[in-house]
């Protein structure tokens, strides 16, 4: 026992009368014992103030034990106001009690223990008087409420918290019944507190979405919570709101499942980041391919049309247009353009002098021009569609024009973008649509470059058709007079110029021949007539009537007596032959052999022709087949070089493929493969 009870009050007991009143000594212990077990903290004082009495909670309380008959009004070791400030123990409310003769019901106090506990504590004297109501002491009764002001002061932060936030936070029954709503909740969805208390969430729910709720309570009543679900809402005003909802069920004090707990987030300035960016990289995506178009595309129309195309889904315009060749002097209207997202049947009553107004700043001055509202500004109504430039259903508000310009400054066109809502474009579609439009100058200058050369070459090819063909009547007829003569008894000499001259002519003969197939190549006439043949004979004959025009060196046959069966054109392919074969003893002229052979190679049948010649560098090998190309090193061996050109489209069209392998200085060889037929195909 503690020696609280050698130092219980008897004497006050005794005196008062009051606080014990029964008779017997057994019922006053029991009494005594009562409120020394007590989990109220109680003490006692006489009627100056000193502690007469205390008990074990009283201890436990003030952290202290004062001594009786010496301290004052109250054990603590401090005591504050619950403002905080300090309190005089002479202020206390056991003082004030003793002093104006008065109980006192749960007065708030803040007492601090020696070892700086602080705790909220209710106090509650009530004086205590004899049978002659005089004051003799008084009691009091401290009740430790620190725990509940913790739990208040908790509860008015997490409501504080809940109030101040940004983000909804709702609570709702398991029926789906809202049961509170904060002040962010009110700012999201508009509905006040009073107005929304009671109903159903499912009055922010899109009718296309009700199935969510009915998932969301599902795992709600499972116990789970549902996590970061992103969705869509609808305000009180009717409008969209994307949001990031996460709901947690709400327990009891037994842990049962009552209802939920919402959090819900507006996520429309994070989906309008993440719009930008597709929209960014969806645009950096076309300028790389428009950048592709640029550089690989040599037709103007082609190239006109994409850039057109691009530049208008990169601006978000509603059509795109891009007039050009606009500043021609002569031409009053813009007949020159291409569309994106616009039908010409729109454009075909479009008539308006270049020379006025806006026009003229736009197409002759080449003025970047961006407007919100073209129906704001006066000078601007011009392009509201008043002339005629859109379809009725398409008026314009937003408007930009961009001038695209040659390398020199010289305005070759102009991108016109529209669209009916007003401020559509921005700075940065001006800037794209600026780099791309530099490019695009200069891709169009260059295909229009192309472009001549080509009608150039084209022209050229019209003059070597019409040559050849020109040269090879009076060539025919010399040659007949030349067959003539040389059938005619003649002395030796003559008999030798005319067979040099009939070499000569046939020499020229072939040379305006390959000239005149070059010719058919190109306008796509050269024709083949197809037979199935056994290719090792016609190697076989031409190797036979060779060398009767070439003497110079031998040519070595790998026998083969497979059947080689082909598909082709045998003039033609006999022309490969005698090509590959020409060139193997034209480029060799320090060698006397050259090795031919025929194989069966898989699907293939391939011929290879090989010199020990000259030889060609490795930067010459993939070009020798392009027309007109002759390697350096050739020195005076004459030729036009158009043979390989002629033989390589030959061998591709009839699905074959020709190719070399040749050392500089030692020699090539030049093989080529048809597929191969059977008997039966
Ligand atoms: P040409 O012989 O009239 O110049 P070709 O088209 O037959 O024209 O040949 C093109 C070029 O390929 C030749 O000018 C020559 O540089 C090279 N070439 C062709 N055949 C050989 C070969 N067998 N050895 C070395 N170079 C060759």
Redesign the pocket.
């Known amino acids: 026992m503690p020696n609280i009870y050698q130092q219980s009050p008897v004497n006050a007991t005794d005196e008062g009368g009051k606080l014990f009143t029964a008779d017997s000594a057994h019922v006053q212990q029991q009494f005594q014992f009562v409120l020394e077990d007590s989990p109220l903290a109680i003490y006692t004082c006489d009627k100056d103030g000193y502690l007469n009495f205390y008990n074990q909670s009283a201890v436990k309380l003030w952290g202290t034990m004062p001594i009786l008959g010496k301290d004052l009004w109250c054990g603590s070791w401090k005591i504050y106001y619950p403002d905080g400030r300090e309190m005089l123990l002479s202020e206390c409310p056991m003082a004030r009690t003793l002093r104006e003769g008065r109980a006192m019901d749960n007065e708030e106090i803040t007492i601090e223990t020696p070892d700086h506990i602080f705790k909220r504590v209710l106090v509650s004297p009530r004086p205590i008087f004899d049978k002659e109501n005089n004051l003799i002491g008084a009691h009091n009764t401290l009740i430790d409420i620190s725990d509940k002001v913790l739990v208040e002061s908790r509860q008015a932060v997490l409501s504080a918290i809940v109030e101040s936030s940004d983000d909804a936070i709702i609570s709702k029954d398991l029926s789906g019944t809202i049961i509170s709503w904060n002040a962010g909740a009110q700012r999201m969805f508009g509905y006040t507190e009073q107005e929304i208390l009671g109903k159903s969430i499912t009055k922010l729910i899109p009718a296309a979405r009700l199935k969510e709720e009915e998932n969301i309570l599902k795992q709600i009543r499972s116990g789970n919570k549902v996590d970061h679900f992103e969705t869509i809402r609808v305000s009180k005003f009717g409008k969209d709101i994307p949001i990031s909802i996460t709901v947690s069920p709400v327990k009891d004090s037994y842990g049962n499942i009552i209802g939920a707990s919402k959090i819900a987030r507006d996520i429309s300035e994070q989906i309008e980041a993440q719009n930008i960016i597709r929209e960014n990289a969806r645009n950096l995506e076309l300028l790389n391919s428009i950048g592709k178009i640029l550089l690989a595309n040599l037709d103007v129309n082609t190239l006109l049309q994409q850039v057109t195309d691009a530049t208008t889904k990169i601006t978000g315009a509603a059509f795109g247009a891009f007039f050009y060749d606009s500043t021609n002097a002569d031409e009053d209207a813009f007949l020159r353009y291409t569309l994106s997202g616009a039908s010409r049947e729109g454009f075909e009553k479009f008539k308006s002098s270049k020379e006025a107004g806006i026009f003229k700043q736009i197409f002759v001055e080449g003025k970047v021009i961006r407007i919100d509202d073209v129906t704001k500004e006066a000078p601007c109504k011009q392009l509201a569609g008043q002339d005629g430039l859109l379809p009725e259903h398409l008026r314009i508000l937003s408007y930009l024009s961009i001038p695209v310009r040659s390398t020199a400054g010289m305005i070759i066109g102009t991108l016109i973008f529209a669209h009916p809502k007003a401020g559509v474009f921005k700075s940065e579609h001006e800037d794209m649509v600026g780099s791309i439009a530099a490019q695009a100058g200069i891709a169009i200058e260059n295909s229009r470059l192309f472009e001549e050369v080509k009608a150039l070459s084209s022209k050229k090819d019209e003059f070597i058709a019409l040559a050849s063909h020109e040269l090879k009547t009076p060539l025919t007829t010399i040659k007949g007079y030349l067959q003539v003569i040389s059938r005619k008894n003649q002395d030796s000499l003559s008999k030798m110029f005319v067979d040099k001259s009939l070499y000569q002519v046939q020499k020229l003969n072939t040379l305006i021949s390959d000239l005149l197939d070059i010719s058919k190549i190109e306008a796509g006439k050269l024709q083949f007539n197809l037979e199935r043949f056994n290719l090792t004979i016609v190697l076989q004959e031409v190797l036979e009537t060779f060398p009767y025009t070439n003497t110079s060196h031998e040519i070595i046959f790998d026998v083969n007596s497979e059947e080689c069966l082909v598909l082709a054109d045998k003039q033609r392919i006999e022309q490969v032959i005698i090509?590959?074969l020409?060139?193997?003893i034209?480029?060799?002229p320090s060698a006397d052999q050259v090795h031919v052979s025929i194989k069966n190679e898989g699907e293939l049948v391939t011929v290879r022709?090989k010199?020990q010649?000259?030889?060609?560098k490795a930067e010459?090998l993939n070009k020798?087949?392009t027309r007109?190309?002759?390697?350096?090193?050739?020195g005076n061996?004459?030729?036009?070089?158009?043979?390989?050109?002629?033989?390589k489209e030959i061998v591709d069209r009839h699905n074959g493929h020709i190719n070399?392998v040749?050392e500089y200085g030692k020699?090539?060889e030049?093989y080529f493969s048809l597929p191969r037929v059977n008997e039966l195909s």
């Open positions: 090509n590959l020409t060139n193997a034209k480029y060799s022709i010199d010649g000259i030889g060609l010459h020798i087949f007109f190309y002759r390697a350096e090193g050739v061996v004459s030729g036009l070089g158009i043979g390989l050109h002629l033989t070399v040749s020699g090539s030049f």
